[in-house]
């Protein structure tokens, strides 16, 4: 196969596409999403046959647990996938939306019409759901969508492309508007990430090496985030009580997503007092605690199990751990935190706890992070959390989307500009 | 001197300085803007000697009339960079406004807060009021800037950046939130669109060569324009006073902007009896109109002086003029319209002259550029029409900022997340 020439034989077609899609009004694309939702509960059977022949495939290749754990589908997956395209559905439309229309002294009227992208291309791994989600939500905004899964996965996603392709037809949308790549030969997304012609964003999801690669190789702009090295900063006005209920949720709810914490930092003036409460709910969860030199003072003197404690190394402030592990340092106050924060953090989500207004404040202010947050929970930031329905990633980037990303995030606004035979003087 | 190593020092500085210009609040920003506004009135005669210097080595390497025309400054150009930062101070400050905050059905508050970029590379040629401009609006919308004007302006930028870093100075802020590269050597903007860590976005004024290289070399996101290929589409429903008002607006207002007219379209049943007069008017101005067989045929039997008249080839369809010529093509509809301007077009801005309401409804939706515009002159589309109060520049890209790009496309929006103790379920 010439994968070259397959892949902008894609961007072409998607590219058409596009134009169908951008002009599609509201109720021809919930159509689509529901028909999409109504073929994957109807196929939940061939779903679930296609994820197994990919797991036995995984297993074969030795590929490891975790991995295997975001590639096997069940009965529930499914519902869910075929739920999370109702839901889109229920959205509102972001596309043709505008705002801002106002007179201008020259007479004519200015405002913003909110527009798809284009064509969006999507490299992901494992998941299988992800194709439907990301499908469910290109076509929602407006956009077409070129979607490359892991090989791993090839035909669990297949087999949703199909159900994909049907939902669109029966909406009388093209087939092309969304286009799940066929060839697992890796040149494919070297492909997809430079055809300026034909992509206009790409959004990758997985590893750091996947999403570090596609970054330095693509021509078109990325919307990404690498890691998650999240921090509450315990401050000494914070209520302690909160204090350790958010430390808490915010490590242990879960482990293995990016907007868990990973560092903590605790005012000097209240370490004493909250860190040994803090170090045995973390303990008792089984947490190991890498500590700075008073961090671990305070802990061994509260007698906090041996086995959970370590001294941090520098590299500690930047790690994503992923797991069990938390990194904690004892600071000065609010500006060490923050200064802290932004030199060492991911700039993904950000937490203090406080119940002075001033440093409340200031906190949402200086800290440059995607999410910044006072008196709750890190694990808060995600889409669903936040009100945008469902999200195609998180973006650690300034420039045209932060945090997570949603419908509107996969639309930009033009200018629209409306007179009565106005010219300029 | 070590470009690289020269630059590298700029950027950290101008990191460090974001950090300061971030936290300024109104007041402190609006002091400086005013005393850089003062400054450029007390030195006016200092700058207009910095100017002639620069002027006398252009005109010794021969540089075009074109040219020189950009890069000479007068009393009235002084005055009004002075003007221009004054307007800015202004204009509201988008820096910390925070909008949509809603609860959620968990209980936290979820909104958005405008905030700075960080740095922004500016890379200009020519004309030293831009150092001025770019100076006020990087300055206002919190961000740090470093300036790389062209050499044949190196004096008179030097004059402008002593103004603008006596204004910072006075405010009480750091002078390198503002640095202009005091280097002539190229080398200097090849490492500008490459120091990722210390820039976040990079906005290059100038001629399409210009930009074309910055495009393809930086590995910054890059906020610009290629070229203005804009349209006026004259429907058949269209009035036809104001038809011919608009475009001769449109084409003649001014030759050398982005905004110009470059092509007209006009509708097959309309066409007998609009292009004589659109003809007529254009040719009265001196305007080479460049036509398809049809348009010909209809203005050499409306008695237009032949040499204004000149058959269009493919490549016409495509140009940027900047000149008193224009592309002129007979089209079955505004379907057939939308296709031509979609496929021929920059993206930038695009006009339909109809009393249709269902057109004009189509027309606003359908076209596929920064600005899209129903009876009125392509003219408009620029910063100060638009209410923006300046701009940096127009984008034709979808990311992140479309069209002029005033104060609030130098800044983005971060996630504010307000609880009392709220942990994730």
């Not at 590639?71 to 229920?90: H, K, P, W």
């Not at 206009?200 to 970054?215: A, H, M, W, Y």
Request: net charge negative; hydrophobic share 40%; glycine share 8%.
């Amino acid at each position: 196969m010439d994968v070259k020439n397959y892949m902008q034989t894609l961007g072409k077609q998607a590219r058409d596409a596009s134009r169908d899609i951008a002009r599609a009004d509201t109720n021809q694309k919930n159509h689509a999403l529901v028909a999409i939702a109504a073929a994957i509960r109807r196929d939940a059977v061939k779903l679930l046959e296609a994820n197994a022949r990919d797991m036995e495939h995984a297993r074969a290749n030795g590929l490891d647990s975790a991995l295997l754990d975001r590639l096997e589908i069940n009965e529930n997956t499914v519902t869910s996938m075929a739920e999370g395209l109702e839901q889109i559905a229920a959205l509102p439309d972001p596309v043709g939306e505008i705002t801002d229309l106002k007179y201008r002294p020259s007479g004519i009227q200015v405002g913003k019409m909110r527009v798809p992208l284009g064509v969006i291309g999507i490299i992901y791994e494992a998941r299988p759901n992800v194709t439907a989600d990301a499908a469910g939500l290109c076509l929602k905004s407006g956009n077409a969508a070129i979607l490359r899964g892991g090989s791993e996965a090839l035909h669990s996603n297949q087999a949703v492309a199909a159900c994909v392709r049907e939902g669109l037809e029966v909406a009388g949308l093209p087939a092309t508007v969304v286009q799940v790549v066929e060839t697992t030969d890796r040149a494919a997304v070297g492909e997809l990430i430079i055809m300026k012609d034909y992509v206009d964003v790409i959004v990758p999801r997985g590893g750091k090496g996947l999403i570090e690669r596609i970054t330095r190789e693509a021509r078109i702009p990325v919307i990404k985030h690498l890691h998650g090295n999240c921090h509450v900063y315990v401050d000494d006005r914070a209520d302690q009580a909160k204090a350790v209920n958010i430390v808490d949720n915010a490590k242990t709810q879960r482990y293995g997503t990016c907007n868990t914490t990973e560092s903590l930092l605790v005012a000097r003036n209240v370490a004493d007092a909250v860190l040994p409460e803090i170090g045995r709910v973390l303990a008792g969860k089984g947490v190991e605690m890498r500590g700075c030199p008073e961090t671990l003072r305070i802990l061994q003197g509260a007698a906090i199990d041996a086995d959970k404690l370590k001294a941090a190394v520098e590299a500690d402030w930047e790690e994503e751990y992923l797991g069990p592990i938390i990194a904690v340092k004892v600071v000065d106050d609010i500006d060490a935190a923050m200064v802290h924060i932004n030199t060492h953090g991911s700039h993904h989500t950000d937490a203090i706890v406080t119940e002075d207004y001033g440093r409340a404040r200031r906190f949402l202010r200086e800290v440059d992070s995607a999410s910044v947050v006072v008196n709750a929970s890190t694990r808060f930031a995600d889409g669903f959390e936040y009100g945008l329905g469902a999200e195609i990633g998180i973006s650690t980037d300034k420039i045209h989307a932060r945090g997570p990303v949603g419908l509107e995030g996969l639309t930009s606004q033009k200018w629209v500009v409306l007179g009565d035979g106005h010219i300029r003087g």
